[in-house]
């Protein structure tokens, strides 16, 4: 059973920086694809970012180009979310999610929050 916890959310000020955290665990996870998204309150879910765990390759959200970075660390199966100039409308429960390249994801970490005062 694949199991995905998020840590390293919390307070900032508009311009700082948080780094959140993805500890995976259940498999072997070199034939996945690890992204990050986000919600805010009334609003859907949105794609932030992913890596392919093998090759380390990225793709962001253009809300979040520039500004975020999402990398891995394979010896701690460990994804993490890199978060500089914050902004007020990155608030958001962000979530860490896993699944096989092109089958979607289908393992979800129970999500951390972000909240971003102006």
């Known amino acids: 059973q694949v199991q995905l916890v998020e840590s390293g959310g919390g307070l900032v000020q508009a311009g700082g920086s948080l780094r959140l955290s993805c500890a995976a665990s259940?498999?072997?996870?070199?034939?996945?694809?690890m992204g990050w998204f986000r919600q805010a309150p009334g609003k859907e879910r949105e794609f932030v970012g992913r890596i392919m765990w093998s090759g380390g390759s990225t793709y962001y959200a253009d809300s979040v180009k520039g500004r975020f970075t999402i990398s891995r660390d394979n010896a701690k199966n460990t994804v993490y979310l890199q978060m500089n100039s914050l902004k007020p409308e990155d608030t958001a429960v962000y979530y860490c999610a896993a699944g096989d390249v092109g089958k979607g994801y289908g393992y979800w970490g129970q999500g951390t929050q972000v909240t971003v005062s102006s």
């Open positions: 259940g498999r072997t996870f070199s034939s996945y694809v």
